[in-house]
């Protein structure tokens, strides 16, 4: 099982940004997938943004022109850039990895974002 410790969440006012990161205990390798999912109260976790060993990134519409996911495979991290941030991005954010095509998805543990004024 890959240990993940995020960091970067907080509270920020409607139009603000935060910068979440994420790295993983593996070494030696390019992990194979990478990704942000996020679980508002009363809904189910979704999909935010994801990155492949490759680079192919994909986003959530909600997000588009607004997040950005990037990788550094030489520290196995996966970070979040999230600006004019809104109120409905309030959530849980989990970074969630996938070492390689047959393993097993691991969570981290949540960071809490929350934008409000």
């Known amino acids: 099982q890959v240990q993940l410790v995020e960091s970067g969440g907080g509270l920020v006012q409607p139009g603000g940004s935060l910068k979440l990161s994420c790295v993983a205990s593996?070494?030696?390798?390019?992990?194979?997938?990478m990704g942000w999912y996020r679980q508002a109260p009363g809904k189910q976790r979704e999909l935010v943004a994801t990155?492949?060993?490759?680079?192919?990134?994909n986003y959530a519409d909600s997000v588009k022109g607004r997040f950005a996911i990037s990788r550094d495979n030489v520290k196995n991290a996966v970070y979040l850039q999230m600006n004019s941030l809104k109120p409905e991005d309030t959530a849980v954010y989990y970074c969630?990895?996938?070492?390689?095509?047959?393993?097993?998805?691991?969570w981290g543990q949540g960071t809490q974002v929350t934008v409000s004024s």
């Open positions: 593996t070494r030696g390798f390019a992990i194979y997938f």
């Open positions: 990155i492949t060993a490759r680079g192919t990134i």
């Open positions: 969630a990895v996938q070492p390689a095509p047959l393993a097993s998805l691991s």
